[in-house]
């Protein structure tokens, strides 16, 4: 198998995905077998809503961590290093034990929102470091100490610390600190679609020999017990391998040589069904439960099957490992027709295998690269494209069959039904989506899956238009035209980025998929109308929406507002300017192809002009400061401006994009249209700066809904490096706010600049939009950047930083931004990266400081990396900025 030199453009049906997910309504029968294994295995299922059949919705104590080992799901699984079929039939993770632990190592361990005393928080270290997107080659690492895990440390420490206080990590337990840890890198190699070979490397990082073991894990999610079926798939042992019995997989084999050192594993099976007396106190369902191995690993219970059948199984090896060496394991999960090709699988042929696997990165990865990219930038993008793959779960949830119970199976209790998702019954969802973060976010987010998108259209564009067609397919999308925003309250809005994300993967992929365009552009017709209907109640074209997914940049909890108080939000109406600029741009697209579009490019350059028209008289703009800013009413109905300088003030300003007039006609029309619903402006401005031809009569139309006095004063403000500007990019609230700001008025609407976790309790104390830097926003400031460079070409020029020397175009303002980003991940002078902040053993110890980490947002000032570890979605911008660098030749 080669991957292709180029990655391969493809339309939106992702035949595979589609065929093997029961999508069989949209007839894709052009399946894609190297998709069949992949690694959709989460990370987390605990504490997760799916699981969740409280009466109050608490999810992580419903089913908290230490059930996990013991307690069967129902909707998901989850594991370490772990890979699926497509449909989630079989899963096949790693297990560890250091011979201390109480506890086998199964999956990661971390707190629960209510015990993080910044939300929820993985407590490990794993870092993805290859990965295909075709799946042939995964590689991913994992760092276990050889002394006891300290959970109940880091769970005791971390109640003690309050929202004051940094996070209490591993490394600070100074379980690391004389390197007495096994560092297990898992590599999976495909041979074939059916054949997937895999390594596991052991290596004593300590300073004297220890023991370890081992246990590559195998086993059927539990479907059986909620659909009362009489034939349960089965494992059983047969030869020298581990076959599986099951209507659609029956005939793999799961095979295990000897290590690398002589060492030969045993088997051991149990059943994947819950500990009834453990968990609830009730008769046994089966004498060998999921949680069996795990018994007998750590307490020689006999609580595995002697009759060596099962519906879980693990080849234990047990490894005695000399300090600074390490051991090799390999394993074959195969079709029955595989396995008979190769009879001696785990010499030669495994090797080749594996090397052939590396071969094909290392050509996709170059064949991507642009000519003047360097190593350490090239890593950057291997590594956040490895986090991309690895991230991709299957999600499986049928909302009305959550909310009303299995048929068989007691029903939820009362109050489960009033918790949340109510109004999604219709939402149905069995497909593989590209998830923020496999642990502290293993579900899906609509505003980061669009995002998620971008950098998906350079490793795989058909796996990008799926994931963006998917969301609008009729067992997502509400019959209203909303979209569900995340699994924990799918009525939340988010902001409407699924337009730009469109069009961007459209671009991306050569400009050619006009029918993915326009099967986008269709339904989302109708999440604009939603919007216009639902969250612009007054018809005044001001807009709400609540967090708008900026959570707590607020003084006020913008989706939970007084009684009787109101908030009109610039963001909120800067998005649906954003909004109508990106369908107006998939318009002209769908336009030159078909004229029947013509009218969607006027119906939009309206509807942008018309919210132009209601921010100029909202009062939201303030000329003194020459920001935008909320306006709050309270019950009384007095109102004041929320005069916070964040990015809720800077959102109008992405709403920018230019219209070049190629077609004579339609330039006649959009111009008498757009000066006509323009006109107030023109003559206030005196000038009619929004039209430029250039020196060979092509003419440009700039879509913004400010004018160029209020763009330039809200640079002003947002470039300068005492205020929004920092060296690692933009600060969602101003730094100037060290001093806080107190909303008149209103008891407790405190906001100050804090540019690492927040230290308020506002959607559940894990969001921090008070300071630090986050990607999306700081991704779509520079595409609009772009935007203005693209009409005001390289003559115009600003001071960039404010109150510098220096005068750029928009282009060079464009890049220095990207490049600010970009720098997070790249080593100093000093060999650091800024990732890591203070952290020495990241920053020095060659174990560490060349693994990266994709954080969910960045530290205001010194650019360390907060927050979910993993949240590789949409802080993989990073490889659109590193592939497609913003300037003029890049659009």
């Not at 309504?25 to 992949?38: F, I, K, R, T, V």
């Not at 928080?121 to 042939?136: I, N, R």
């Not at 921090?768 to 991704?779: A, E, K, L, M, V």
Request: charged share 25%; proline share 6%.
């Amino acid at each position: 198998m080669n991957e292709h030199r180029k990655p391969p453009t493809g339309t939106v049906e992702h035949g595979r995905l589609a065929e093997a997910t029961g999508r069989l309504e949209d007839g894709l029968h052009d399946a894609n077998p190297w998709y069949e294994w992949g690694p959709y295995l989460s990370e987390r299922a605990w504490g997760t809503v799916r699981e969740d059949y409280s009466a109050d919705g608490d999810a992580w104590s419903y089913f908290p961590h230490d059930h996990a080992r013991s307690r069967a799901y129902r909707w998901n699984e989850d594991g370490m290093a772990g890979i699926s079929d497509i449909a989630h039939d079989f899963c096949l993770a790693l297990s560890l034990w250091n011979g201390v632990d109480p506890i086998l190592k199964e999956r990661m361990f971390g707190l629960t929102g209510p015990q993080g005393n910044h939300g929820e928080d993985v407590k490990e270290y794993w870092w993805y470091l290859q990965g295909l997107p075709s799946h042939a080659l995964l590689q991913w690492r994992y760092h276990y100490p050889q002394a006891e895990f300290p959970y109940a440390d880091l769970i005791a420490e971390n109640a003690r610390r309050g929202r004051e206080d940094f996070e209490y990590e591993l490394l600070d337990t100074g379980i690391f600190d004389d390197s007495r840890f096994w560092i297990v890198d898992v590599t999976y190699a495909k041979a074939s679609p059916t054949d997937l070979l895999m390594q596991v490397d052991v290596t004593n990082n300590g300073p004297d020999e220890a023991t370890i073991d081992v246990l590559p894990t195998g086993w059927f999610r539990n479907s059986w017990r909620v659909a009362g079926m009489s034939e349960i798939p089965g494992l059983s042992f047969s030869g020298d391998a581990v076959v599986l019995d099951h209507h659609r997989l029956g005939g793999y084999r799961l095979q295990a040589a000897p290590a690398s050192d002589g060492t030969r594993p045993q088997i051991l099976f149990c059943d994947n069904e819950t500990n009834i007396p453990k968990i609830f106190g009730g008769d046994p369902i089966s004498a060998y439960p999921k949680d069996g191995i795990n018994d007998h690993v750590v307490s020689g219970a006999a609580t595995v099957n002697p009759n060596r059948t099962g519906t879980k199984a693990a080849w234990h090896y047990r490894l005695a490992v000399p300090a600074g060496q390490t051991v090799q394991l390999r394993l074959r999960l195969s079709d029955a027709d595989s396995a008979a090709h190769d009879i001696d699988w785990a010499g030669t042929s495994f090797e080749e295998t594996q090397d052939a696997r590396q071969a094909d990165a290392d050509e996709f990865y170059a064949a991507l690269a642009p000519d003047d990219i360097d190593t350490e930038r090239m890593r950057i993008v291997t590594q956040a494209s490895a986090g991309l793959i690895w991230s991709k779960q299957m999600y499986s949830y049928d909302v009305s069959r959550w909310l009303d119970g299995d048929p068989g199976e007691p029903p939820p209790p009362a109050g489960h039904k009033a918790v949340r998702n109510e109004g999604w019954r219709h939402l149905d969802a069995r497909d593989i989506l590209a998830m923020p973060d496999p642990w502290e976010y293993p579900w899906f987010a609509a505003w980061d899956l669009a995002f998620h998108t971008i950098p998906w259209a350079h490793l795989d564009p058909a796996f990008a238009k799926y994931q963006l067609v998917v969301l609008l397919r009729e067992w997502f999308q509400h019959p209203n035209g909303a979209l569900p925003a995340y699994e924990w309250n799918f009525d939340d809005v988010n902001p409407p980025v699924h337009a730009l994300a469109a069009l961007r993967v459209f671009i991306i992929d050569g400009g050619t998929d006009v029918q993915f365009l326009e099967r986008v552009f269709q339904k989302l017709l109708l999440n604009f109308t939603w919007w216009l209907n639902r969250e612009d109640p007054e018809g005044n074209n001001i807009f709400g929406g609540g967090f708008l997914g900026l959570d707590n940049i607020s003084p006020v909890d913008r989706s939970h507002l007084p009684p009787g108080a109101t908030l009109e939000q610039s963001d909120g109406t800067g998005w649906m300017a954003f909004y109508s600029a990106a369908m107006l741009s998939i318009a002209q697209h769908l336009a030159d192809t078909d004229s029947v579009y013509e009218d969607m490019v006027i119906k939009f350059l309206e509807q942008f002009a018309l919210i132009g028209e209601a921010l100029e008289k909202s009062g939201l703009h303030d000329q003194e400061d020459g920001f935008y800013y909320d306006r709050f009413t309270d019950s009384a109905g007095n109102s004041s401006a929320i005069k916070v300088q964040s990015l809720v003030g800077v959102i109008p300003a992405l709403a920018a994009a230019t219209v070049p007039l190629h077609d004579a006609t339609r330039a006649g029309r959009l111009r008498k249209r757009f000066q006509r619903r323009f006109s107030n402006l023109e003559k206030r401005e005196r000038r009619s700066w929004r039209f430029r031809t250039d020196a060979a009569g092509h003419t440009r139309i700039l879509l913004s809904v400010l004018t160029s006095d209020q763009l330039q004063r809200l640079l002003h403000t947002v470039f300068d490096e005492n205020a929004m500007l920092s060296p690692y990019g933009l600060r969602s609230v101003s730094k100037k706010y060290e001093v806080p700001y107190v909303l008149p008025n209103e008891a407790g609407a405190v906001i100050d600049y804090e540019p690492a976790e927040s230290r308020t309790a506002m959607f559940g104390g894990n969001s921090n939009w008070r300071g630090p830097i986050w990607f999306p926003i700081n991704y779509l400031a520079i595409r609009a950047m772009v935007q203005y460079g693209r009409f005001f070409g390289e003559e115009t020029r600003i001071h960039y930083p404010t109150g510098s020397d220096d005068e750029l175009s928009f282009f060079e303002i464009a890049h220095d931004m990207a490049e600010r980003l970009i720098s997070i991940w790249l080593p100093d002078a000093n060999g650091r990266r800024p990732v890591y902040g203070g952290t020495d053993i990241l920053q020095t110890d060659p174990a560490w400081k060349d693994n990266l980490l994709f954080n969910e947002y960045f530290h205001g000032d010194n650019g360390a990396g907060l927050g979910a570890g993993h949240q590789t979605g949409w802080t993989a911008l990073v490889i659109d900025l590193l592939l497609r660098p913003p300037n003029k030749s890049h659009h």
